[in-house]
């Protein structure tokens, strides 16, 4: 139920929609040989949240032709905003063969480094490259994102300084 403890009353979901970091170019889909390091989508939390669910959306089919490596994708968390100072991984994903357009593959993150506070980024980062003669494929990531239940008006992040506070300048209307 809405509202009680350890509930959600909102879920969020970070898609190529609504990037909403100034040093990301553009929310295009992606390839499936995407190279290792790339650095994909990053999306800033704008509120107390915690990870629910990490996945993709198959853009275009995926074929491996022959398969030699299947594809990594890992989501990670900045506790840093724009910096990758801290920077810890959530869970990860293989880019499965023979995935077909429009299928949809998700995974459930342990409880580790889910929590975010006001200001963390959620990264998109490839881990291990696609490989397999002629690769294709694409694809969208999303994460699926809970609200702290418990959210005060004022939040400390992880090195103690608050980050998500009520301005006591407002107009109400």
């Known amino acids: 139920m809405a509202g009680q ?29 995407v190279a290792a390091g790339d650095t994909l989508f990053v999306w800033t939390c704008l509120w107390p949240m915690e990870v629910l ?5 198959v853009t275009v089919a995926f074929n491996y032709d022959t398969l030699v490596t299947e594809g990594i994708v890992a989501l990670d968390k900045r506790v840093t905003y ?21 299928d949809v593959r998700f995974v459930l993150p342990n ?42 008006g004022n939040i400390l992040n992880a090195a103690g300084a608050q980050t998500w506070t009520i301005s006591p300048v407002a107009q109400v209307v």
């Open 53 to 57: 669910a990490f996945g993709y959306l």
């Open 5 to 33: 403890y350890g509930t959600y009353d909102f879920i969020h979901r970070f898609d190529k929609t609504n990037i909403w970091d100034p040093t990301v170019a553009s929310a295009a889909d992606v390839i499936l040989e």
């Open 111 to 152: 409880r580790t480094n889910i929590r975010c506070h006001p200001g963390d980024q959620l990264v998109v980062e490839s881990i291990t490259a696609a490989v397999g003669g002629t690769e294709v494929g694409d694809w969208s990531p999303f994460v699926m994102c809970g609200v702290w239940a418990e959210t005060p």
């Open 82 to 102: 724009l910096s990758d100072t801290g920077r810890v991984e959530v869970c990860r994903l293989d880019l499965e063969s023979g995935l077909a357009l429009g």
